[in-house]
């Protein structure tokens, strides 16, 4: 599995923006497809956004269209996740997680992922 840290998490006004940071270790980074999940209170975990292993492929959900980009630097073996416009509704724990193959394709999907974080906390005051 890869061990994998978040940051950047915080309090920000609608409206505001903030950069979520994603530090991993424990395999070949580049060489894996990241994704970021968030868990609003009361609410099931959902899909936000994905990259893929080489960065030049990118997916998100609906709701965070326009607003959120995500990208990475395999230098630094660091995912990140920009976050623009923000709502209260965007109110969650943010989670990146790592698949568990190589090369693989762009998934939505939690069960495509294999190594997690421990989330950080992003609250959207209205």
């Known amino acids: 599995q890869m061990q994998l840290v978040e940051s950047g998490g915080g309090l920000v006004q609608a409206g505001g923006s903030l950069r979520l940071s994603c530090a991993a270790s424990?395999?070949?980074?580049?060489?894996?497809?990241m994704g970021w999940f968030r868990q609003a209170p009361g609410k099931e975990r959902e899909f936000v956004a994905v990259?893929?292993?080489?960065?030049?492929?990118?997916s998100y959900a609906d709701s965070v269209k326009g607003r959120f980009t995500i990208s990475r630097d395999n230098g630094k073996n660091t995912v990140y996740l920009q976050m623009n416009s923000l709502k209260p509704e965007d109110t969650a724990v943010y989670y990146c997680?790592?698949?568990?193959?190589?090369?693989?394709?762009?998934?939505?999907?939690?069960?495509?992922?294999?190594?997690w974080g421990q989330g950080t906390q992003v609250t959207v005051s209205s």
């Open positions: 997680a790592a698949r568990g193959e190589i090369y693989s394709t762009l998934s939505t999907l939690q069960s495509a992922y294999d190594s």
């Open positions: 990259i893929n292993w080489s960065g030049g492929r990118t």
């Open positions: 424990g395999r070949t980074f580049s060489n894996y497809g």
